[in-house]
């Protein structure tokens, strides 16, 4: 599915990473996304480096032809964004120290400054001095005739994860049957946008977020209706915001000050403010639902935007399945509550366009207490999407960020049977899964449930088949080992013997 390196040529490997995302890249090294947007523009190829990504990095990481970070495992956030986008990317690579200031990196006795070539392996987590040739793919006609026989047999649904209409064309490209996972935030990032969602958390009242929130609305109804257009009559499940407030800050005074500027206050009151919102542990702080229930116009305005861009195509006869999903969720009571103000501002918008529209409210179960709890969630849901990288981290009690640091060596030795940010530990995360399952179908018999973690690889998706989930979700470019992986569990279940001799890797 991606370019590779020609078996043929010597290349001088100096550091391995983990292989975040396949394919291979040649490029010069620059080490801002502002850089690479600027060398892209002139037409050049370029190696994205950081000592790890953060959502601000989206326009230089889809400029770049690959990405190679210091630190970050294989559900980091370059990982994901890398397999969303189809590029190669070396995460966690440990031996890569990186000197932004001097803009280089060196790795052992090896020193590589911004505008030198280095070639990226993301399919074994290489990193490699110099230009290597590449060998690109060739689609041929078996490659559909065999994802032809997979869809003929598999009973599995495969969605995507997708974030913009490009992922969403993608999508359909490699056998989408629907969206499994819109991330919202990553509609945030462009320079425009982010400003007015700053504007938004530093606001001190109601007055201001709604004022700031009001610049946005138009942005992401935008948004959705490009990605309904594209998935005309396909589901679309769209997370509400999730990330914590602190991946949208301000990270210098320059920018403080172009904001203070925005709100008519002080800079020294915006800086405190700025200071104060900031977490020890964000991933476990004030995110996901938290945020809707201490502000609940940032998920209204979002609602808001999903349902008008429904109606808005919908009176273009393009049908519209919007599936949204309420993040973050440990008890009944959070989902009670936004479940509630999901359907008035949904039945508002329905009522000022005199459109029906199909949605669903659902939620995604992430936190080990949902998935043992789930049997008080169930009433309150349309469907679940087991969040499997967040769960396999609040389950091990492991950053998925970090743990890329020292995984690999419990993988080397045993310790673990494999990466659980890779595969679905099936023992651990994989029994919450089952509990969960079992416990809301004898509520609600039929109701969907799928996964939009990034374990796709075939090991889990044959276990999400095996305890019934509805469907997988994973980046575009996965998408055809899930198909096929999903055929392969369907026939070892229904003919077991005669399927036993073929493996499903």
């Known amino acids: 599915m991606h370019p590779m390196i020609d078996p043929k040529a010597s290349v001088e490997s100096i550091a391995k990473g983990l292989p975040a995302s396949p394919g291979a890249a040649v490029g010069k090294v620059v080490f801002s996304a502002a850089d690479a947007e600027k060398a892209a523009a002139k037409g050049e190829k370029v190696i994205l480096v950081r000592p790890e990504t953060s959502p601000e990095d989206i326009g ?180 509400l915001l999730d990330p914590p407030l602190h991946e949208f800050l301000p990270k210098t005074d320059a920018e403080l000050r172009v904001i203070a500027r925005e709100l008519g206050v002080t800079f020294k009151k915006l800086q405190a403010r700025n ?86 409210v659902g939620t995604m179960i992430e936190i080990a207490r949902a998935a043992l709890l789930a049997h008080e969630i169930a009433p309150e849901a349309d469907f679940y999407s087991f969040g499997t990288n967040d769960l396999t981290q609040t389950l091990y009690g492991l950053s998925r960020d970090d743990a890329g640091r020292f995984l690999p060596y419990y993988v080397e030795q045993g310790i673990f049977e494999e990466d659980p940010f890779m595969t679905i530990d099936q023992k651990g995360v994989g029994l919450l899964m089952k509990m969960a399952i079992d416990s809301s179908r004898k509520i609600k018999k039929d109701m969907k449930m799928g996964i939009c973690g990034e374990q796709v690889d075939p090991k889990s998706v044959e276990f999400c088949y095996l305890v019934g989930l509805t469907y997988v979700s994973g980046s575009p470019f996965r998408l055809p080992v899930a198909r096929l992986a999903a055929a392969q569990a369907t026939l070892r279940k229904k003919k077991p013997k005669k399927f036993a001799e073929y493996s499903i890797a």
């Open 275 to 360: 200071k104060a919102l900031h977490e020890f542990n964000p991933m476990l702080g004030h995110r996901g639902c938290r945020l809707a229930i201490t502000y609940p116009e940032i998920y209204e305005i979002q609602v808001q935007a999903i349902m008008e861009a429904a109606c808005q195509v919908t009176k273009k006869k393009i049908k519209a399945i919007p599936e949204i999903m309420i993040p973050l969720i440990a008890d009944v009571n959070e989902l009670t509550v936004l479940r509630k103000m999901t359907i008035r501002i949904a039945t508002s918008v329905e009522e000022k366009y005199k459109v029906k529209i199909p949605y669903d």
């Open 60 to 239: 230089g990481m889809d400029a770049a032809q690959g990405i190679l970070t210091a630190r970050g495992g294989m559900t980091s956030h370059a990982a994901v964004v890398a397999r969303g986008m189809g590029k190669p990317c070396v995460a966690g690579c440990t031996d890569l120290n990186v000197d932004e200031k001097k803009k280089s990196f060196w790795i052992g006795s090896h020193t590589v400054k911004e505008g030198e070539s280095i070639t990226l392996n993301g399919t074994t987590g290489e990193v490699i001095l110099g230009e290597v040739p590449l060998v690109q793919p060739e689609m041929t006609g078996d490659f559909n005739t065999i994802m032809k026989w997979a869809d003929e047999f598999r009973d599995l649904g495969i969605r995507a994860n997708a974030d913009t209409p490009v992922d969403a064309r993608n999508a359909l490209k490699f056998g989408a049957e629907g969206i499994g996972l819109v991330r919202t935030e990553h509609m945030f990032f462009d320079a425009e946008r982010v400003q007015a969602v700053r504007e938004m958390i530093l606001a001190d009242n109601e007055k201001g977020r709604r004022r700031a929130l009001k610049k946005i609305l138009p942005m992401q109804r935008k948004d959705f209706i490009e990605i309904f257009k594209v998935m005309d009559g396909l589901p679309v499940t769209i997370r």
